[in-house]
């Protein structure tokens, strides 16, 4: 991997991106039952096992389960410090696993390896990255994993620009 200057440090570009390269999240999450409430009614489920504890209690689970869509956004949010902070768009997502259920109080994590990476052909400052990502819960269980395609600028992009401002006066402490 390519050495990073991390006193301006900007995330990953596409020349940062190795095959082979496995990037692990500096932070976990753990899931609260509101956060599982809110991205339920949010986005209009009306499955009971998300939100009923009465309905949920005569599942197999005994419980209610965190809504698959919001552990998976919750992973890809946790790689993209690592990954794809500097994407300019997903290209595709492909198969996507829920091997295990995730609860309110589990600790979530992300693990992502680059699976191939190319120049764009269309966009001189833009490559193209594969991955593929896996969220690890507190026991070690995967509980969702999932291959991503991304476009991502290069450093000599314009956007990769550090748009820090330069302060107007010197330090006054």
């Given at each position: 991997?390519?050495?990073?200057?991390?006193?301006?440090?900007?995330?990953?570009?596409?020349?940062?991106?190795?095959?082979?390269?496995?990037?692990?999240?500096?932070?976990?999450?753990?899931?609260?039952?509101?956060?599982?409430?809110?991205?339920?009614?949010?986005?209009?489920?009306?499955?009971?096992?998300?939100?009923?504890?009465?309905?949920?209690?005569?599942?197999?689970?005994?419980?209610?389960?965190?809504?698959?869509?919001?552990?998976?956004?919750?992973?890809?949010?946790?790689?993209?410090?690592?990954?794809?902070?500097?994407?300019?768009?997903?290209?595709?997502?492909?198969?996507?696993?829920?091997?295990?259920?995730?609860?309110?109080?589990?600790?979530?994590?992300?693990?992502?390896?680059?699976?191939?990476?190319?120049?764009?052909?269309?966009?001189?400052?833009?490559?193209?990255?594969?991955?593929?990502?896996r969220?690890?819960?507190?026991?070690?269980?995967?509980?969702v994993?999932?291959?991503?395609?991304?476009?991502?600028?290069?450093?000599?992009?314009a956007?990769?620009?550090?748009?820090?401002?330069?302060?107007?006066?010197?330090?006054?402490?």
């Open positions: 991997m390519t050495e990073l200057d991390t006193a301006q440090w900007r995330g990953r570009f596409f020349e940062d991106m190795r095959v082979g390269d496995v990037f692990r999240s500096r932070l976990g999450r753990t899931v609260e039952q509101t956060d599982n409430a809110w991205f339920t009614l949010l986005t209009l489920n009306t499955n009971q096992v998300h939100f009923n504890d009465e309905f949920a209690r005569d599942t197999e689970f005994g419980r209610p389960l965190v809504n698959s869509c919001f552990t998976l956004s919750l992973v890809v949010g946790l790689s993209v410090p690592d990954t794809s902070e500097n994407a300019v768009a997903n290209l595709g997502w492909d198969a996507i696993t829920m091997p295990n259920p995730v609860f309110a109080g589990d600790t979530l994590w992300a693990e992502s390896e680059v699976l191939s990476r190319r120049e764009s052909q269309s966009r001189p400052t833009q490559g193209i990255i594969g991955i593929r990502t969220g690890i819960n507190q026991r070690g269980e995967t509980v994993e999932y291959r991503r395609t991304f476009l991502i600028y290069k450093r000599t992009a956007q990769a620009a550090d748009r820090f401002p330069t302060p107007l006066s010197p330090w006054a402490v």
